[in-house]
C-alpha cells in the first residue's frame, strides 16, 4: 500500500487532546512479574511521543481471555509497575469504575492504562455501546497493535472508525516492511513457510504460490509434500490425509512459476529427544522406523544459493524441530545465511509468528532481519492474503 493511511505525522498539535492508544500488553506472567517484555518495550516510541507532545496517553489493551468476566488474574493493574519500568516515566492505572472522572483528573503528558478492554463483553463482539463507552474517554485513536489487528473488536476496529484514527510508531513499522514483503516487493521473492502441519498453512501455502519465486517447505508439513511425491516418510509426523491437497498445491506452484524447495536430505533418528542417535540421509533412505526431524546440510547450502539470488524474503515456522537439539542446525543456518544478506544490503527480510522469532533469537540474529514481527495470528491472516480490519478502518 502505497502511504495510504495516517501516522503520528499526520495528527496536528496533540497538547492537552485525550489520545487513546491501542497498544500491546499481553505480556507472559507468572510469579507476579513480566517474564519477556519484547511487547511492552514496543510501545516505547508511539507512547513517548505522544507524552512529549503533551497528549493525555489513555492506553487500551487486553490481558488474558477473560471473556466479559472481570478478574484480579487478568487485570492490567498488575502490568502498571512493570510498564513504568519499561517506559521510564510514571503510569498511572485506572479501573472502569469511575474511568471518567479519573481521566479527568489526568495533566497533559500523563500516561495511564485503563483496565483490560475484555472486562466487557462487548469488545470481542465490536458492541457499538462499548465503542460509545471507550469514545467518550478520548479526542483522538492511535492503534499501535498489528497483533490485534486481524480482530474487529471495540478497541480495534471499531474506534478507528468513531474518532479521527492514526497508525502508531509499531504499527506504521509493521505495515511498511508488509508492503515490501508481499505487497510491491523487489523480485525474486523467497518464501520459507516451517511448521508441524500442512493443515494449520494451507491458506499460507495457497496464496503464496501466486505471489513469490520460491517457496521453501521445512518442518513437518515439508513430510506431507514429500509423501504427495512418493517418499516413504517413516514414522515421520505426516498428514498422510492431506497429500491431494499438497498435490494441489504443488500444480498451482507449476503453474505460477514458482519453485518449490522441498528438503532432499534429511536428519532422521528413532527417538525424538534430545540428542539420539541420528543419520543424515537421502529422502528415499528414511527407514521406516525412522523420523524426519530436520533439513539435512547439503539441503540447507542449496537454499542459501536460493536466498543469494533473491532480493525479498518473506520467513514463517522451522526448518526442524529447532527446539530439540541437534534439529537446530538447518534453521540456524539458513537464519545465520538471511542475516548476512541483509546486513550485507541484498536481502530485506521479514518474519513473524511466535515460533520463528523464538527460532531467530535462538540463532542469534533476529536484530539483523530487516523486520521481525511478533504477531502471530495476524501475521498468518496476513500471509494468508486476508483483509485486517483493524488495519482496513485506518485506511483512508
Not at 193 to 200: I, Q
Not at 213 to 226: K, P, R, S, V, Y
Not at 354 to 359: I, M, P
Not at 379 to 388: A, D, I, K, T, Y
Request: charged fraction near 25%; include cysteine; glycine fraction near 10%.
Amino acid at each position: 500500500m502505497a502511504k495510504s493511511f495516517r501516522t503520528l505525522d499526520d495528527i496536528g498539535d496533540v497538547h492537552g487532546k485525550r489520545v487513546l492508544v491501542r497498544e500491546d500488553l499481553n505480556v507472559p506472567f507468572a510469579d507476579g512479574a513480566v517474564t519477556d517484555d519484547t511487547r511492552l518495550r514496543a510501545t516505547i516510541p508511539t507512547v513517548t511521543e505522544l507524552s512529549d507532545k503533551g497528549a493525555i496517553v489513555l492506553v487500551l489493551a487486553h490481558f488474558g481471555r477473560p471473556k466479559g468476566v472481570p478478574s484480579p488474574e487478568m487485570s492490567l493493574a498488575q502490568i502498571t509497575r512493570p510498564y513504568e519500568a519499561v517506559l521510564g516515566r510514571p503510569v498511572r492505572y485506572i479501573d472502569w469504575e469511575g474511568d471518567a472522572a479519573n481521566v479527568a483528573t489526568l495533566q497533559p503528558g500523563d500516561i495511564a492504562v485503563l483496565e483490560n478492554t475484555r472486562f466487557f463483553g462487548g469488545e470481542e463482539k465490536n458492541d457499538p455501546a462499548v465503542i460509545d463507552r471507550f469514545a467518550a474517554l478520548g479526542d483522538l485513536y492511535v492503534n499501535d497493535a498489528f497483533s490485534a489487528a486481524h480482530r474487529a473488536h471495540a478497541s480495534t476496529e471499531g474506534l478507528a472508525r468513531r474518532l479521527p484514527a492514526f497508525a502508531g510508531r509499531a504499527m506504521e513499522a509493521e505495515l511498511v516492511a508488509l508492503e515490501k514483503a508481499l505487497g510491491e516487493p523487489e523480485h525474486p521473492v523467497a518464501a520459507v513457510v516451517g511448521g508441524a502441519k500442512v493443515s494449520t498453512k494451507l491458506d499460507v501455502l495457497k496464496h503464496l504460490v501466486g505471489k513469490v519465486d520460491h517457496l521453501i517447505i521445512g518442518g513437518g508439513m515439508a513430510n506431507t509434500f514429500l509423501a504427495a511425491r512418493g517418499v516413504d516418510v517413516g514414522k515421520s509426523l505426516c498428514e498422510h490425509d492431506l497429500t491431494g491437497t499438497a498435490e494441489e498445491i504443488l500444480e498451482a506452484a507449476d503453474r505460477a512459476n514458482c519453485t518449490v524447495h522441498l528438503p532432499y536430505d534429511v536428519v532422521v533418528a528413532k527417538e525424538f529427544k534430545a540428542n539420539p542417535p541420528t543419520r543424515t540421509v537421502n529422502v528415499h533412505e528414511v527407514a521406516a522406523d525412522e523420523m524426519i526431524l530436520d533439513v539435512g546440510p547439503a539441503a540447507v547450502e542449496a537454499l542459501g544459493d536460493v536466498l543469494k539470488n533473491c532480493r525479498t524474503l518473506v520467513w514463517n515456522g522451522p526448518l526442524g524441530a529447532f527446539e530439540t537439539t541437534p534439529f537446530d542446525k538447518a534453521t540456524v543456518a539458513l537464519a545465520k545465511t538471511a542475516a548476512a544478506l541483509t546486513i550485507g544490503g541484498t536481502l530485506v527480510s521479514v518474519a513473524g509468528g511466535g515460533d520463528t522469532v523464538a527460532a531467530l533469537n535462538h540463532a542469534g540474529v533476529a536484530d539483523d532481519l530487516t523486520f521481525v514481527s511478533t504477531a502471530g495470528g495476524a501475521f498468518l491472516e496476513w500471509m494468508e492474503g486476508r483483509e485486517l480490519p483493524g488495519v482496513a478502518a485506518l485506511i483512508q
